[in-house]
């Protein structure tokens, strides 16, 4: 299989529908807490953010890519949201977690399961997860749809107790 097979198979089995067997896992509580991330191999901001993911209790799978480009394109992450690394939470709903979106985020997305495509913490702020984490940073999290023409609304503010 060509690497570009490869990636397009990681990507279609990230965000496909969840089969039968997916669907009993998710019943049972734990799939809802797989994260799988699509970063570059060289970095350390990153591989942070996973391992905070994961000391808050969620399964990660990384996959380390050169290029990320068609990831986020498939992801429907629009450039002005994009950042270093993609991820895929999955569950009864699949949701695009693009950046170094903070936990608060990601609980209030599980808890509330808007009808969105994902959530993206644009650029690399200082002070967010991953980047020398500060609970007072202050920062955006926006909820962005698969539909470019919508624009990201606010889903989350870091640091402002929002």
């Given amino acids: 299989m060509t690497k570009s097979k490869l990636i397009t198979s990681l990507v279609l089995a990230a965000f496909s529908t969840l089969s039968a067997g997916a669907i009993a896992h998710a019943a049972s509580g734990h799939d809802d807490k797989t994260i799988t991330v699509f970063k570059t191999p060289w970095c350390g901001c990153c591989q942070v953010w996973v391992e905070a993911m994961e000391k808050a209790g969620y399964i ?14 498939q992801a429907g992450v629009a450039k002005d949201l994009e950042a270093c690394h993609t991820a895929v939470l999955g569950g009864e709903r699949k949701y695009v977690l693009e950046g170094h979106v903070p936990l608060a985020a990601v609980e209030k997305l599980q808890s509330e399961k808007p009808a969105i495509k994902g959530i993206s913490t644009p650029g690399m702020p200082m002070g967010s997860l991953g980047m020398g984490y500060d609970e007072n940073a202050q920062y955006t999290v926006y909820a962005f749809t698969i539909d470019s023409a919508v624009e990201p609304t606010v889903f989350y503010e870091a640091g402002r107790g929002k």
């Fill in 60 to 73: 990660v799978e990384v996959n380390d890519m050169d290029d990320l480009s068609n990831i986020k394109q």
